[in-house]
């Protein structure tokens, strides 16, 4: 009997399917791989979008919308020196009427006295409105600038504007939430856990005694915190109070952020402090009137001054160190006590209580200085601040100095008011209640311009019974033209310095958060909401000035202003005529001649007047009534935009320079170990097929075992040593010896087959979470279609005309690889199956490989024992 060598024909298919399987594997695998580069390169590329919307926000939005603000204010400055000029027009008209009767005689030529008044008015009335023309310009002027950037604004943030503004906030979410959700598959957590404990205890817990019930309350409140609300932190207090002194310390603090209930707490604290930080950074560095920059830092000193005290005391000594303007240090005196009377200022720390502290410790005589300037009324109404609030403002400081020694000395010592017989408080409100009455006294009403009867009349006639600065007195319009002081260079530098340093630690707070927590945002964090905030403010003031500046407003208001000058002396001349023979009358009634005495008006005015007043009364009015709340609105929007600012800058810090690395790193990672997986399992197989070829007769095929020499008995130590490793090897030296150690193997070899199996389970959980991924981009067009990408990016430059790159804006969504949905959806419907059935396919064959290996086996052993008994031969 002889033994022929043949291919093993089955093996050999078995061997190309179960690579071909592996490829497939490796393939779909390598496909993933890229898909996560990918979503690197996209994260980076919407980062570079955030930071270019941020450099938008910051260095054009802001910047015209403080522009407006400005402008508007001059405007009313210059709309009070018309009215005011209108007012002494009607006074002088009036006061010329009246010289002018006091020389008519009865006896007189009626016709001839009226010719010549009407000569006198009419150079009067002329004269006037010639002085009046500069004051129109300088008004119209004065309007020009910000009409016209509110009419670009009203073109530019049309609803349809607004919607793209919505939409682009919601696809900034659900970009994120994707890459978040990426990130959490592969990225490590809870880095910096001890950082991240130390700077959210000392949030809770200002006074450094235990964090309190009350404390936890309000912070929940101060920063939503949903989780903490309501009957939570009695809970937690209750439950982590080990010593049971009714407070938490930093020990029990470290176990409580743990606990089930409260998931993410510690990186949800410290990103809602980081985002409203953040919001007043952006605020502090496109801030240019001193108001603004006072309101910014007490702002700034109300979230940080219950955490870092050591920022609290630096802050408050350049307050008083001279460095800085007295008059910016009582401006912040001044907010201090406005944020006392904010029903949002939720902190549990007495900010000016805090503040007076520090600054009277560090320079007592500064302090007192700014206190003294408070009490100034002019100054206090040259600053936009509302007088009949000076008196409570300036005894609120004296409260919070007089709760410390060092606070009362200063008083005594430095003080310009003295107690005469009362306290501080008591003192210096009297003074400043004495200054409050004697400065409204000073900038009463404008009617006292029309001390003459025939004044008074041609204002109740021409402009309806109120001066035409009566607005002028209006506590709003007040605050509106005085409230813009220009932060001088040294007060901005300041500003400037800060908001680096807000940068800088919201920076480290978002990076600690995302190190420990591995995503760049908290669940329920949304930039749409922001941009929806942003829009309503910004949309506020638009409304309010559609009809001014919208299609037609400036052009209206142009015409309606010349007509003013044109018509005006003419309507004046007018009325004064008709005064005049009403004037002739009342002195003939008095002469005796009853018939005169019944005489009233001879002429009917709403048909004979012009309207040119109506430039004053009703366009002028309006404006005064309009633009104060303009600019109210105005600095709320600019306050929206910082804070959106703020936010879109921390998507841009972790998205465009965190993610990618990070997503690069695992891709290579990731494709280093299917790679290797495909290697390890092709020498697999492979060796499977060289038994099934050797098994065969190949390469040598099985032999029959040697004839067994005679051996003399070990003798010495080295050949006992020598013995004893013969015989441990002779399973793997000897083919008739290997068939023990042959199913050694092929049992690992079913546990590596298993282990294969486990895989392929493992490629369809991948596949599942692909698929997840590309059916929460199922709807999001703007991430998967280049052309809607395209078209909102274009949409998004007209609102933002320097947001953009160097690129064309139609390439941008291809340049930077924006479509973050396309690259997970090509991913998912093609090379995922494909993953998934080589997987299984390749466990499932590999398997029979082993089988197929195993009956070879069987095969060979029993052809080498028919060989040692002779019964076949080789050829």
Avoid at 238 to 261: C, H, L, R
Avoid at 481 to 506: D, I, M, Y
Avoid at 580 to 601: E, F
Avoid at 835 to 849: D, E, K, N, T, Y
Wanted: charged share 20%; net charge negative.
């Amino acid at each position: 009997m002889e033994s022929n060598m043949g291919v093993p024909r089955c093996t050999c298919c078995l061997f190309i399917a179960t690579v071909a399987c592996h490829i497939m594997v490796l393939v779909g695998n390598l496909s993933t791989a890229k898909m996560l580069n990918g979503l690197g390169r996209s994260a980076s590329g919407w980062g570079s979008v955030a930071s270019s919307i941020t450099h938008a926000l910051d260095n054009e939005l802001t910047p015209a919308m403080h522009n407006v603000t400005q402008w508007l204010t001059t405007a009313v400055d210059v709309i009070d020196e018309l009215e005011e000029g209108v007012d002494n027009l009607l006074t002088l008209t009036g006061s010329t009427i009246d010289s002018t009767m006091k020389s008519y005689a009865p006896t007189e030529n009626e016709t001839i006295f009226k010719a010549k008044a009407h000569v006198q008015v009419e150079q009067v009335a002329k004269a006037a409105i010639k002085k009046i023309e500069p004051l129109t310009d300088k008004v119209m002027d004065a309007l020009r600038p910000p009409l016209a950037q509110v009419e670009q604004w009203l073109g530019s943030f049309s609803p349809k504007i607004q919607d793209t503004l919505e939409e682009f906030g919601t696809v900034a979410d659900r970009a994120q939430k994707l890459v978040d959700q990426v990130m959490t598959k592969v990225n490590s957590a809870g880095g910096m856990e001890e950082e991240m404990l130390w700077d959210t205890y000392h949030i809770f817990d200002p006074y450094d005694d235990g964090i309190q019930l009350r404390e936890f309350k309000q912070v929940a409140n101060q920063y939503g915190i949903s989780a903490l609300q309501g009957k939570k932190a009695d809970q937690l207090l209750q439950k982590y109070d080990e010593s049971g002194d009714g407070s938490i310390q930093i020990s029990e603090y470290a176990q409580m952020v743990f606990d089930p209930s409260v998931p993410g707490m510690m990186t949800t604290i410290l990103r809602s402090y980081s985002k409203k930080l953040s919001a007043v950074g952006s605020t502090l560095r496109s801030s240019q009137m001193r108001a603004e920059v006072a309101e910014s830092l007490v702002d700034y000193l109300t979230i940080v001054c219950g955490k870092n005290l050591t920022k609290v005391e630096w802050v408050t000594g350049k307050l008083v160190s001279g460095e800085l303007p007295q008059e910016f240090t009582a401006d912040v005196f001044y907010q201090l006590y406005m944020k006392t009377l904010d029903p949002n200022n939720l902190s549990p720390v007495d900010v000016g209580s805090l503040v007076m502290n520090y600054t009277v410790k560090a320079n007592p005589k500064n302090t007192i200085a700014a206190l003294d300037m408070l009490a100034d009324t002019t100054f206090f109404a040259n600053e936009g601040f509302d007088i009949t609030v000076e008196d409570e403002t300036v005894v609120q400081v004296i409260g919070w100095l007089s709760m410390s020694r060092i606070g009362e000395a200063a008083l005594k010592s430095f003080a310009k008011i003295q107690p005469q017989g009362e306290n501080f408080a008591d003192a210096y409100n009297r003074v400043v209640l004495q200054r409050e009455a004697k400065y409204t006294k000073l900038t009463g009403d404008a009617g006292g311009h029309y001390h003459s009867q025939a004044a008074q009349s041609l204002r109740d006639i021409l402009l309806g019974g109120s001066s035409a600065a009566s607005s002028s007195g209006d506590p709003d319009a007040l605050q509106a033209s005085s409230g813009a002081q220009p932060a001088k260079p040294e007060t901005l530098r300041f500003a400037e310095e800060l908001a680096n340093n807000v940068s800088s630690s919201v920076k480290d707070f978002n990076e600690q958060s995302y190190a420990y927590s591995g995503t760049s945002s908290n669940p329920l964090d949304s930039t749409c909401n922001s941009i929806n905030g942003m829009i309503k403010k910004t949309q506020s003031f638009l409304t309010l000035m559609n009809d001014i500046a919208g299609p037609g407003g400036q052009d209206f208001l142009k015409r309606q202003s010349m007509q003013f000058l044109n018509n005006t002396a003419q309507d004046i001349v007018l009325v004064s005529d008709e005064l005049v023979n009403k004037g002739i009358q009342t002195v003939k009634c008095a002469a005796g001649q009853k018939d005169a005495c019944s005489v009233g008006w001879q002429v009917d005015f709403p048909m004979k007047l012009t309207g040119g007043m109506t430039f004053i009364t009703s366009n002028m009015k309006d404006l005064q009534g309009v633009l104060p709340q303009v600019v109210k609105n105005l600095k709320l929007a600019k306050k929206e935009v910082g804070a959106v600012s703020g936010i879109i800058s921390s998507i841009s810090q972790i998205l465009g320079l965190k993610a990618p690395p990070v997503l690069l790193q695992i891709s290579k990672m990731y494709k280093t170990v299917w790679v290797l997986y495909f290697i390890f399992f092709f020498l697999f197989s492979v060796t499977m097929l060289f038994y099934a070829f050797w098994s065969n007769g190949w390469f040598g095929g099985p032999q029959a075992a040697s004839a067994s020499s005679s051996s003399e008995p070990p003798q010495s130590f080295g050949e006992r040593m020598g013995s004893c490793f013969r015989s441990c090897t002779a399973c793997i030296g000897s083919c008739t010896s290997g068939h023990l150690c042959f199913w050694s193997l092929l049992l690992l070899a079913q546990v590596i087959v298993l282990v294969l199996f486990l895989v392929s389970l493992l490629i369809c959980i991948l596949a599942g979470v692909q698929a997840f991924l590309g059916a929460g981009c199922s709807k999001i067009y703007l991430l998967g279609d280049g052309e809607v990408c395209s078209a909102v990016l274009g949409i998004f430059q007209i609102f933002l005309k320097t947001f953009g790159f160097f690129e064309p804006i139609e390439e941008t969504c291809f340049h930077r690889e924006l479509l973050t949905c396309k690259i997970i959806r090509d991913t998912t419907t093609h090379q995922a199956i494909v993953a998934i059935v080589g997987g299984l396919l390749a466990s499932v064959l590999s398997f029979q490989m082993l089988i197929d290996s195993a009956t070879k086996h069987e095969r060979a052993r029993c052809i080498r024992a028919l060989q040692e008994e002779g019964l076949l031969k080789r050829d």
